[in-house]
Nanobody, 121 residues
Framework: QVQLVESGGGLVQAGGSLRLSCAASGNIFRINTMDWSRQAPGNQRELVASITSGGSTNYADSVKGRFTIFRDNAQNTVYLQMNSLKPEDTAVYYC???????????????WGKGTAVTVSS
């Protein structure tokens, strides 16, 4: 099996910064795309940022220029650096990875349990 564990959430004032981490562990042969999504109360989950195994990134318009996604392939970890935070960034942030497990030749999607980010005005 594969587990994703997020960390780094918390309470921050508007304009501040946080760095989220998501470490994948278990029977991993290769991790393809990794991404962060978020869900605020009463809202649908939205994709925030994604990164391929080769390092290509995509961002939601709402976070472009403020958030940076990067990964450490050797550590099977993806990060989300969040700067210039706004109250509307308040949400639970979830990590996702498309993982090829050892002994298989196909990918499986895994999600973490989420980490809460609260931005006060």
């Amino acid at each position: 099996q594969v587990q994703l564990v997020e960390s780094g959430g918390g309470l921050v004032q508007a304009g501040g910064s946080l760095r989220l981490s998501c470490a994948a562990s278990g029977n991993i042969f290769r991790i393809n795309t990794m991404d962060w999504s978020r869900q605020a109360p009463g809202n649908q989950r939205e994709l925030v940022a994604s990164i391929t195994s080769g390092g290509s990134t995509n961002y939601a318009d709402s976070v472009k220029g403020r958030f940076t996604i990067f990964r450490d392939n050797a550590q099977n970890t993806v990060y989300l650096q969040m700067n210039s935070l706004k109250p509307e960034d308040t949400a639970v942030y979830y990590c996702h990875a498309h993982v090829v497990r050892g002994g298989t030749n196909y990918g499986t999607d895994y999600w973490g349990k989420g980490t809460a980010v609260t931005v006060s005005s």
